[in-house]
């Protein structure tokens, strides 16, 4: 595409440059050598063929291929002129030959001098001071009028009201203006109307949702990952922190900082954190085979193309493998900016960490009272108290019973698996952990262990806390339920377990169930309630095992309780004592608590008593009330917490992971030198301390400082294509030299001085463009106007182009009525084709559309599932975001007014807008046409209009009073239930004509 670009631009030169001007080598000769010579003669050393370099002056002269104002010294010269292939520049295999026009302006250009000009982005601003005789004018005017002079060409008329009306409420809030606020802004006949109404659209909130958009695919944001699980994250409050900052106007510099660094400014408070999950919007992975190094790696150049592109406005990421081709920036450059972001933690691999909590100050307060009880009622908890020191040395005695009493010895398993895929994890105490990862809330256990003792007579099941203080179930409560155990021999003879004595149970929940064969998921055992209390299970075999050999033995649990009421950490024990059932039921501390309760207590150190006291007051009945109010003031806390928001956030590593340059870009070569942060080499550097390592604060600063001549030019040109349809510049995404040297620099760079100087203020820009008469220009063009600039890149003209896709969706919703205009929140989920996702996994996934408020939000809101974008939002070319988007292409094919026409949004929109033409727009078929018309599109229609749309009507009246059936079917499109009191068959024809008004071009075109 880009190549078509500067096809464009190279065959307009000759009327660029006149024979009585003097060629300028940044407008006249760059775009040629760079598109046909810097590949092989450029900026990249390792690709550079004969040595010989036409991107440096110097160089080119030393070698001879330029000599100024001499033709036929200069090699190039003779090159571009050969008719041997084997001498002709460029190679015939190259495929970019120069035109008869090219080669002139290469002799012309050198004939005169072969003058260099640094690359017109990467020169400072070049600010017109003085605009001749158009001082009282907006600069742009001016600048634009001088512009279409020297073509001889005039400024198109100002647009009417109506028009205007629409163009501003469109680019300003992405939305149709109100018939009620078009016809007062139409009649208002003060001399400042039109500012004011600018000003009360800039007032408004919507503002910073329009304005969030390209900002929003330019940072590339997604509510999911991306790569092949696609799983979510927890990201949207970034998103309400940019249209906040929009609509406060926030300097854009310190948009910028708080962004790339704002978790690394003093004091930073919970927007600035949150303002720096830019740097975790990337694509990340948890494929469990991936490797950690290639994501690293990914992750490295996913954020400095980031970089480049979002402020910048450079192909940097080029430099990944090699130096660029055709800019000055280089391998290390590309390495060097991306050391910067070594220092955010977070794993190569695997689920994203939840985020920080982002609570409103309502929240916020609560949060605070709800921490200040946990605090309480944990000093409490730790707080000694006589009655519990008196219990503790009563279980140390009991303790000690029951080890000296019974010779419990802990079977080793040999196998453990859980049936529903649960792993379980053999310790070195030889208990079994549960893992956590894929656990279920049903399960039966399955574990295998062999003995050689001789005469068992019991086993004993110990139900181990997890986390001391939190119990060994799984449930929330630390609760768990075992319904039925059983064990059978190496020979699969069942081992018959006579009775069953437990430590602790309920009424409700006895240990008898275990080995009555009752498999239901209602009766099974489970201890008297008690968070953190371990519990034992005494498994009284009917006779010994008395002969002596070795046994391997398979004990079967099964937990079919659900809600996550399985044990998460248990053992296994034997005995070989003859009456087992005298033993003290003491579910024994393990081997380190052991090891103090068996030391006299004189002679225990500080730490161990404290050891050993936390265990009894986080494990023993006694503090059971004292535990269980802390356990449900966290659940309190925790509860609520869960209501909050959550945002990930950029958080620093103390010591930044080692970035080394990758040779050709490959992640398992090592060999490369290790470099620190560092500028791009090529552009001013800021000035930093002796010794100083530079931070991404110290990026940041950087790429908003004065001195950075690339920043201000790359944010105008985007805010500019919003207004006009196309950028000053047209390559949004790169300003280097394969980019295209905008049609009128001065008032790129008089914009961009003002935006930088003025302190980065966006809605004075924005407020400076609209508020000019460019802007307010007709955007109807003569055919020969079309012919000639059929992109209007002169300004002679408005711009038409179609709706971004969001607006497209609110634009429909708006004039239905249907719009629910709640600012922030996390994303909804609109319609979508059943079956959609039915190629997500890991895990697989069904996608549930929102319900009531949720269904009617504006498109900036959509759930962005990066893999699987919601199909109307691609059909009208919203980007995917896997990458940073700068630019939106705009496509016009037939699927487009298919979904206009059929998605249940766009039906149930007809329908709801239909109710409201029948129920405001008068009682004529006339009166509600002009009704809806006005509503629409902020006009009235033509009569050629009003009798097409009057015929549409009548045919399909027609149609649906003959077929109850369909017009049944017709309404039932959508949640939004049609109203009862109205004839169904009116309102599917004015449904009919519904859609035909939001299928038009006008409807979803901003002019």
């Known amino acids: 595409m880009k190549h078509i670009h500067f096809i464009v631009a190279i065959v307009a030169l000759p009327t660029l440059a006149s024979a009585a001007d003097k060629l300028q080598f940044n407008r006249d000769i760059r775009p040629i050598l760079a598109d046909r010579c810097f590949a092989c003669h450029g900026p990249d050393a390792n690709h550079r063929e004969a040595d010989l370099r036409l991107d440096d002056r110097a160089s080119a002269i030393e070698s001879n291929a330029i000599v100024p104002g001499k033709l036929d010294e200069s090699a190039l010269v003779k090159r571009i002129l050969s008719d041997n292939p084997k001498r002709i520049m460029p190679p015939p295999h190259a495929n970019k030959p120069l035109s008869a026009e090219q080669k002139a302006l290469l002799q012309r250009w050198i004939a005169e001098g072969a003058e260099y000009e640094g690359h017109w982005a990467y020169l400072p601003l070049n600010y017109a001071l003085d605009i001749p005789h158009r001082s009282k004018m907006n600069p742009i005017d001016s600048l634009v009028l001088n512009h279409l002079t020297a073509k001889g060409l005039q400024p198109s008329p100002e647009a009417d009201r109506r028009t205007l009306a629409r163009r501003l409420s469109f680019d300003l809030l992405g939305l149709p203006p109100k018939v009620e606020d078009v016809e007062a802004f139409v009649n208002d006949k003060s001399p400042d109307a039109y500012k004011q109404y600018v000003e009360r659209l800039l007032a408004s909130p919507h503002y910073g949702e329009r304005m969030a958009i390209a900002w929003l ?14 799983n979510p994250r927890n990201v949207y409050p970034y998103r309400d922190y940019v249209i906040r900052a929009f609509n406060e106007n926030k300097p854009f510099d310190q948009f910028t900082i708080e962004q790339l660094a704002g978790d690394l400014l003093p004091n930073a408070t919970q927007e600035q954190k949150v303002a720096s999950c830019f740097n975790r919007l990337l694509l990340t992975t948890e494929e469990g085979g991936a490797q950690a190094k290639d994501y690293e790696a990914r992750m490295l150049g996913d954020r400095v193309r980031a970089v480049g592109t979002v402020w910048l406005g450079q ?3 080029c430099c990944q493998c090699h130096d660029h081709k055709f800019d000055p920036l280089t391998t290390r450059d590309f390495y060097s900016m991306g050391a910067f972001f070594a220092d955010v933690q977070e794993a190569a691999i695997g689920k994203r960490e939840p985020g920080m909590l982002v609570p409103d100050k309502a929240q916020e307060a609560e949060l605070t009272r709800l921490q200040a009880k946990v605090a309480e009622l944990q000093q409490a908890l730790d707080a000694p108290r006589p009655e519990w020191q008196s219990a503790q040395a009563a279980w140390e005695k009991s303790v000690l019973a029951a080890v000296q009493s019974s010779a419990w010895t802990t079977l080793k398993p040999t196998q453990a698996t859980g049936e529903q895929g649960t792993r379980l994890q053999i310790e070195k105490s030889n208990a079994l952990l549960v893992e956590a990862r894929g656990v279920k ?51 699969k003879r069942s081992v018959k377990i006579a009775e069953v004595l437990t430590s602790s149970e309920t009424p409700a929940t006895p240990a008898a169930a275990l080995i009555d064969g009752k498999r239901d998921k209602s009766n099974g055992w489970s201890p008297a309630p008690g968070l953190g209390v371990e519990a034992s299970a005494v498994l009284i075999l009917a006779e010994p095992f008395d002969d002596g050999k070795e046994h391997t033995l398979t004990i079967r649990i099964e937990q079919l309780a659900g809600a ?15 009456k087992p059932a005298d033993a003290p039921l003491v579910v024994l501390p393990p081997d380190d608590i052991l090891a103090i309760i068996k030391q006299e207590p004189a002679k225990r150190n500080a730490a161990q008593q404290a050891k050993l006291a936390t265990y009894f007051r986080n494990s023993s009945r006694e503090t059971l009330v004292a535990r269980q109010q802390l356990a449900e003031a966290k659940a309190a806390q925790t509860n609520f917490e869960n209501s909050v928001p959550r945002c990930l956030i950029a958080v620093s590593l103390p010591t930044p992971r080692t970035v080394r340059i990758l040779p050709r870009g490959n992640w398992m070569d090592d060999s490369g030198p290790i470099v620190q942060a560092a500028l791009p080499a090529f552009l001013p550097q800021p000035q930093l301390a002796a010794g ?14 004065p001195e950075n001549p690339l920043t201000a030019r790359v944010f105008v040109n985007r805010v500019w294509k919003q207004f006009f349809g196309v950028g000053l510049s047209k390559t949004l995404d790169d300003l280097g030299s394969q980019g295209e040297t905008p049609v009128q620099p001065v008032l790129l760079d008089t914009l961009a001085y003002d935006f930088q100087s003025a302190g980065w203020n966006v809605k004075n820009l924005v407020r400076y463009i609209v508020n000019s008469k460019t802007y307010r220009q007709v955007s109807t063009a003569s055919k020969e106007q079309i012919a000639r600039d059929p992109e209007n890149r002169d300004l002679a003209r408005q711009s038409r182009f179609r709706l971004e896709a969001e607006l497209v969706r609110d634009n429909a919703l708006a004039i239905s009525g249907l719009l629910v205009p709640k600012i922030g929140g996390p994303s909804v989920k609109p319609y979508q084709p059943e079956g959609y996702w039915e190629n997500l996994n890991f895990p697989t996934r069904t996608y549930q559309a929102d319900t009531g408020d949720n269904q009617y939000r504006r498109g900036l809101y959509t759930w962005w599932q990066r893999s699987f974008l919601h199909p109307s939002m691609l059909a009208f070319d919203a980007p995917s975001r896997e990458e940073c988007a700068a630019d939106r292409s705009r496509s016009n094919i037939p699927q487009q007014a298919l979904v206009l026409l059929n998605d249940p949004t766009y039906v149930e929109a007809a329908r709801a807008f239909a109710g409201r033409i029948m129920r405001d727009g008068g009682t004529t078929v ?12 902020a006009r009235p229609p033509r009569d050629d209009e009003r009798r097409v749309v009057a015929e549409v009507f009548a045919k399909h009246h027609e149609q649906f009073a003959k077929d109850a059936v369909a017009t049944d079917a017709f309404l039932k499109v959508g949640q939004n239930a049609p109203p009862s009191d109205i004839s169904k068959t009116d309102l599917a024809a004015w449904t009919s004509v519904a859609r035909v008004i939001l299928n038009l071009h006008e409807t979803i075109t901003r002019n």
């Open 217 to 230: 695919d330019a940072v590339r944001f997604a509510d999911t990952i991306g790569y092949h699980s696609d």
């Open 315 to 317: 192909t940097i990421g």
């Open 441 to 491: 809330p049903a399960d039966v256990y399955t574990v295998t262990v062999t003995t050689a003792a001789q005469g068992i007579t019991a086993i004993k099941l110990d139900a181990l806390s997890t986390v001391v203080g939190q119990g060994p179930g799984r449930a929330a409560d630390g609760s768990f339920v075992l319904n039925e155990i059983s064990i059978v021999d190496e020979q």
């Open 564 to 578: 996550d009421r399985t044990l998460g950490r248990f053992r296994l024990q034997a005995t070989t004592a003859a």
């Open 692 to 705: 100083q390592k530079p931070t991404r604060l110290d990026l940041a600063r950087w790429i908003v400082s």
């Open 926 to 937: 006339d009166a509600r046409i002009d009704w809806a018309w006005r509503q629409a599109l």
